[in-house]
């Protein structure tokens, strides 16, 4: 991690959620999540991807290494993105590097996208039993399958494979299954359809929770927090202390669900984007 110290556990007690703590976790992330290209800049990391998420296609500012100029710094970030076609983007937090990188970015004219929150919370805490009826049960591997591709792709509408090829750290595939719809014909005892997904990776002793989904018309029965607890039940027997996800701002249901299930947020981001030139 480039000599960022990863978040311990102080960090999931209440008290302020220090700057050097948001760099550690986002190096952490950076890893869970990674982009298929990576190139350091001076201490900046330059990234970017085929998946069309902000994250893999963005700067992450966590250090600076030399008295290398800001302006030099953001026309090299510049001519990175555009030499592969695409806007220049930095992700943001309030532990970038250096001090008055958002401002100067707003004065060339980037814009702000997607405002987040990343919300911890212990993962001992997290609730171990499911919640669910007998209707679904949950099913762990470390291999990607294609019913878990398909719920993804069909409800964020986009291709991470090229980001799930690149994780390294131990991760968890997590499919809530309906246990009451095996098809005609199938094996006894046989599972149907797959109801919801999420990712789970480990890294430093954090889960970083991603991709949870549910079928639209299978939400609102309980299975985020059994998705949850399915994942922490895992990171558990691997040795997690702490967990963390990204929630944007702007949604609010998957925020109450959080906050339910005792995650707090201790930092957010955002990203700044240079749509024209």
């Not at 994250?55 to 302006?71: C, D, G, H, W």
């Amino acid at each position: 991690m480039s000599g960022i110290e990863a978040p311990g556990l102080t960090a999931l007690g209440d008290q302020h959620f220090s700057d050097d703590q948001v760099r550690g976790l986002e190096a952490i992330a950076a890893t869970a999540w990674p982009a298929a290209e990576r190139q350091p800049l001076d201490g900046w990391l330059l990234r970017a991807s085929p998946a069309p998420t902000r994250r893999v296609n963005s700067v992450l500012a966590n250090a600076v290494e030399t008295a290398m100029s800001l302006e030099a710094r953001i026309d090299a970030v510049e001519d990175y993105y555009r030499r592969r076609r695409q806007p220049p983007r930095f992700q943001l937090t309030r532990g970038s590097c250096p001090n008055g990188l958002d401002a100067a970015l707003a004065d060339r004219g980037y814009e702000i996208e997607a405002p987040v929150d990343v919300q911890i919370a212990a993962a001992a805490a997290l609730e171990t039993t499911t919640g669910l009826d007998g209707t679904a049960m949950v099913r762990v591997t470390d291999t990607l399958t294609p019913d878990w591709m398909e719920v993804y792709s069909g409800g964020f509408n986009r291709d991470v494979t090229s980001v799930i090829e690149q994780i390294s750290a131990p991760a968890a595939f997590l499919t809530l299954q309906d246990a009451d719809g095996a098809q005609d014909g199938a094996q006894d005892g046989a599972l149907g359809d797959a109801l919801g997904v999420a990712l789970g990776v480990l890294a430093e002793g954090w889960l970083g929770i991603f991709g949870m989904q549910t079928r639209v018309e299978r939400r609102n029965q309980g299975f985020g927090r059994a998705m949850l607890a399915g994942l922490a039940a895992w990171a558990l027997e691997e040795g997690a202390v702490g967990v963390y996800l990204q929630v944007e701002q702007d949604n609010p249901d998957a925020r109450r669900l959080y906050e339910r299930q005792g995650f707090r947020t201790v930092y957010t981001y955002h990203y700044r984007t240079l749509f024209s030139s």
